[in-house]
C-alpha cells in the first residue's frame, strides 16, 4: 500500500472526509484487535492472510479513515473479497458492527470510483424484477428458453460454457414459473390474522414456487396474506455494493408499501433480504417495519396451528443449510429444524459446517469466482459425508449457487426451502 501523497484525488480527498463521520459513525474504532473472529472468517481461513481477516479489514479501514493510506486496488480488493457473511460480527467480544463498518468503508470507495456500467444495470435490473408486468414478462421469456429445448441445445454444444455463461446457466436450472402475485388472499376457515409477504426481487422469479407455499401454509393457517404491489427490492445488493442513496430510496418505498397497522408481520421467505429489512433505520415508519420482519420458518414455528392440520410421512433424509443472514443477522437458525422434525419420519440433520460460508453472498460469487467456488467445494464435500436425499435452506441466493456447483459435481441432491417441504406434506383438508 502506498502512502498517500500530494497525488491524491481532490474527489478521493473529498471523500475521504466524509468516511472519517461514516466510518467512525459505524464503529470501527471499537475493534481492540483480539483476533477472536479470525477462525471464523471464511476469507482468512482460505488465505491465512491478515488483510483477508475482519481485524486486517477493520485496520485498512481506519487507516483510510485517518488519511494514512490511499485505497489502491489492492485495497479495494481485499475491502471487496470480504463476503459480508458477518461470522465475524456474531463472535466479536467487543460489539464491533462489522457489516455497518463495511458498508460505510464501501460507500466511501464508491465517492472515488463509481460503479461500472455493467454493475448499474444490474443493480437497476434487480429493482425492475420487483415489478409485476417485468417479471412476467422475463419469467415468460426464461420459461421459453427452458420449455423450448434451446437451453438443452446450447448446453449440448458448450456453447454456453466457451460465452463463460455455464455457471449463469447452471443456476438458473430450476424450472422458471411465471407468477403474476395477488395482492391480497384471504385466510381459509377461522381468520386469525393479517401478514403481509415480502416477495423481493430475483426470488420472484425464480423461487415464485417457495412464495406460493409461504402463501398457501399460511392462509391454511387462518392468516390473511397481503402482497403489495407497490413493495420493491430490499435494497442489499445496492447496500453492499456501497450504493447507499438507492438503497435509500428503496428503503422509502418498501416502508410506504408495508407500513400499515393491521399487518402484524411482514412475512420473508430469503433470509437475505429479511436481514435487510430488519436493519432498516431512521425514520419512524422505516424501524416499524423492521420491527415487524419475520422469517417464514419462524413465524410458522411460533404461532399455533389450529387442530385438524396434519402433515403426511416423509421417509428421507434432510440436512439442513444455515444461510449466514439467517445465522449471523437474524439469529433464527433453530425454526428450520423444529419445523422440518414435525414432518412424521423425517430425520433433520445439520450440514457439517454450516458456520461457514457458501460463498453465493448476494452477487459476491459472480465477481469473486474462485473464492466462491472454493467456498462450496467445502459445502459439496458435506454433502457428500452426509449423503442426504433433500437440502433445506432458507435462502434462495444459496439454494440457486449451490444447485450449480451440485449439477456441475453430477450430484442429484434436491434443494428446496423448508417451507416448500412443509407445503407438500401438508394433508388435505378432512371432506377433500
Ligand atoms: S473479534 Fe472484534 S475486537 Fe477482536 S479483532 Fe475481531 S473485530 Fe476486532
Ligand atoms: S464478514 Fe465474513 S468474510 Fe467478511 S471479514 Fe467478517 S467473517 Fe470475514
Wanted: proline letters at 6%; one cysteine or more.
Amino acid at each position: 500500500m502506498k502512502a498517500v501523497n500530494s497525488s491524491v484525488r481532490a474527489t478521493q480527498l473529498e471523500g475521504l472526509a466524509q468516511s472519517t463521520t461514516n466510518i467512525a459513525r459505524a464503529g470501527a474504532g471499537r475493534c481492540v484487535a483480539c483476533g477472536l473472529c479470525l477462525p471464523h472468517c471464511p476469507t482468512y481461513r482460505k488465505t491465512k492472510f491478515e488483510a483477508e481477516s475482519p481485524r486486517g479489514r477493520i485496520a485498512l479501514i481506519l487507516a483510510l479513515d485517518k488519511g494514512t493510506l490511499e485505497p489502491t486496488p489492492q485495497f479495494e480488493s481485499h475491502l471487496s473479497q470480504c463476503l459480508l457473511c458477518r461470522a465475524c460480527e456474531s463472535v466479536c467480544p467487543a460489539a464491533v458492527p462489522f457489516g455497518d463498518v463495511m458498508d460505510a468503508a464501501r460507500a466511501q470507495l464508491l465517492t472515488a470510483r463509481p460503479v461500472s456500467m455493467m454493475g448499474k444495470i444490474g443493480l437497476h435490473a434487480v429493482v425492475l424484477l420487483t415489478r409485476n408486468p417485468w417479471a412476467a414478462s422475463v419469467a415468460w421469456i426464461l420459461w421459453c428458453y427452458q420449455k423450448s429445448g434451446l437451453q438443452s441445445l446450447l448446453r449440448k454444444a458448450g456453447i454456453l460454457r466457451h460465452l463463460g455463461l455455464a455457471e449463469m446457466d447452471a443456476e438458473f436450472s430450476s424450472p422458471i414459473t411465471p407468477t403474476r402475485f395477488a395482492s391480497h388472499y384471504p385466510a381459509q376457515g377461522v381468520r386469525r390474522g393479517t401478514v403481509a409477504l415480502f416477495t423481493g426481487c430475483v426470488a420472484r422469479l425464480t423461487d415464485a414456487p417457495t412464495l406460493l407455499a409461504s402463501i398457501r401454509l399460511l392462509t391454511r393457517l387462518g392468516y390473511d396474506v397481503r402482497v403489495p404491489p407497490q413493495q420493491t427490492c430490499c435494497g442489499a445488493l445496492h447496500r453492499h455494493a456501497g450504493d447507499t442513496r438507492t438503497a435509500d430510496k428503496l428503503r422509502h418505498r418498501n416502508r410506504e408499501a408495508f407500513d400499515r397497522d393491521d399487518i402484524e408481520a411482514v412475512i420473508t421467505a430469503a433470509s437475505g433480504c429479511a436481514a435487510t429489512l430488519m436493519e432498516y433505520r431512521g425514520d419512524g415508519p422505516a424501524s416499524r417495519i423492521a420491527a415487524k420482519i419475520t422469517d417464514i420458518s419462524e413465524f410458522l414455528e411460533k404461532i399455533e396451528w389450529p387442530r385438524g392440520i396434519s402433515l403426511r410421512p416423509l421417509p428421507k433424509r434432510i440436512a439442513v443449510h444455515d444461510p449466514c443472514t439467517l445465522r449471523n443477522v437474524m439469529h433464527a437458525t433453530t425454526a428450520p429444524y423444529s419445523l422440518l422434525r414435525r414432518i412424521p419420519q423425517t430425520e433433520v440433520v445439520e450440514l457439517p459446517d454450516n458456520a461457514f460460508c457458501c460463498g453465493a453472498a448476494g452477487a459476491y460469487h459472480l465477481e469473486h469466482k474462485a473464492m466462491a467456488r472454493s467456498l462450496r467445494h467445502d459445502k459439496l464435500d458435506s454433502l457428500h459425508r452426509v449423503t442426504p436425499d433433500v437440502l433445506a435452506t432458507s435462502n434462495p441466493g444459496c439454494a440457486m449457487f449451490l444447485q450449480a456447483g451440485l449439477r456441475q459435481a453430477g450430484l442429484t441432491i434436491e434443494i428446496v426451502h423448508p417451507v416448500t417441504l412443509l407445503d407438500r406434506q401438508l394433508a388435505p383438508p378432512a371432506g377433500n
